[in-house]
């Protein structure tokens, strides 16, 4: 199901059932498909964590009735809790490194929540730090934090997981995913690997990331510009488990940034920097499937583009790779 036929009461009604989107340059046999995220009324795929968290927190009680939400985030999970906090009575505040796009947080603050920026030197885990320390001043707070909330998880192992074998009827060889907080691709691959132990997971960072050090592989930590993946600091990868992914596939923003104009040019999908990436390292895996190096119970992959392009246009995202910033 992928479409919203029946009238519904809220617009968290409309989270989810995303389409599933086959790709077309892929050889021999392999397929991909691609679940587009950006179909979400906030426009990605944070939409989905955004109600489930705080639905869970408000039923068991760690954020009161009326209370506020303070989050940490690159700026999607702010849209997406910012649209579920407004429709559930919360108040949400929001902590955003200042390296992050405007037009996200011009967003978050529509959605009638307040955005605090953070230096950008101070990476992610000053968010997090600051946004602890803001709710230990207030009483009725709670902070959702995605990087270590399991519900974060479980919303996808609970909705985009299964939305993805019900549409390919169980036949699922591989899914590859970009890993920020790791959510997505944990709570799909837990999933997957209880439908058939044998299904691949591959894990996507950009170069310059350091979740490969958790897979035992060399990584140069440097910066990078795409944008809603990657790791820094220990503080943003508590979610990822190692054990859940085969390998884990390092992109550099060059390939990402052309494969982002191709998917435009050639597939007429308007994604971001972290589709591009996801979309490469699919490609990687589809190749080696096709040449027999990978042996995977179906000749399917899925992958998941989070977000759209139109969230990145003031960063020059389909100008040249140097015109475009991060
Ligand atoms: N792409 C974009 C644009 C994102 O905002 C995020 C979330 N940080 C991701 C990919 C990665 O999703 P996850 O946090 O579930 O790993």
Redesign the pocket.
């Known amino acids: 199901m992928t479409t919203h036929e029946r009238p519904v009461d809220s617009v968290l009604e409309t989270i989810g059932r995303t389409p599933l989107v086959r790709l077309h340059e892929t050889p021999g046999t392999v397929r991909i498909y691609a679940k587009l995220e950006s179909f979400n009324p906030g426009a ?3 939409d989905r ?1 955004g109600r489930y968290m705080l639905e869970r927190m408000l039923e068991r009680g760690d954020v009161p009735a009326g209370g506020t939400v303070i989050e940490p ?5 702010g849209i997406g809790l910012a649209i579920a906090a407004e429709q559930l009575g919360l108040d949400a505040i929001f902590v955003v490194p200042e390296r992050f796009s405007l037009e996200k947080q011009q967003l978050m603050s529509a959605l009638g929540a307040k955005v605090i920026n953070t230096p950008t030197e101070d990476g992610m885990g000053g968010a997090i730090d600051r946004a602890n320390q803001l709710a230990e001043e207030l009483d009725d707070a709670a902070v959702p934090q ?2 270590s909330n399991p519900l ?1 998880t479980e919303a ?1 192992y609970e909705t985009t997981a299964p939305e993805i074998y019900e549409a390919l009827d169980g036949e699922v060889g591989a899914v590859v ?11 799909i691959a837990r999933y997957a690997l209880e439908q058939d132990a044998a299904t691949h997971v591959t894990a996507v960072e950009p170069e310059g990331s350091v979740y490969g050090e958790l897979f035992d592989e060399d990584r140069e930590e440097d910066e990078y510009k795409t ?3 990657g790791t820094h600091d220990t503080g943003t990868n508590e ?1 990822f488990d190692p054990e859940l992914v085969d390998d884990i596939q390092a992109v550099a923003d060059s390939e990402a940034h052309d494969e982002l104009k191709r998917l435009a040019r050639e597939e007429g999908h308007l994604v ?4 591009g990436a ?1 979309s490469v390292a699919a490609k990687r895996v589809a190749r080696r499937i096709d040449e027999g190096e990978l042996e995977t119970p179906h000749d399917t992959i899925v992958t ?1 583009f ?2 759209s392009s139109e ?1 990145y246009l003031s960063k020059g995202i389909y100008r040249s790779f140097e015109e475009w910033t991060s």
């Open positions: 990605s795929v944070k964590i985030t690159a700026g999607n999970t995605q990087f974060n996808h995913a970009g890993c920020g907080t790791a959510g997505t691709l944990m709570g944008e809603g993946i979610l971001a920097s972290s589709a996801a998941v989070p977000d969230r």
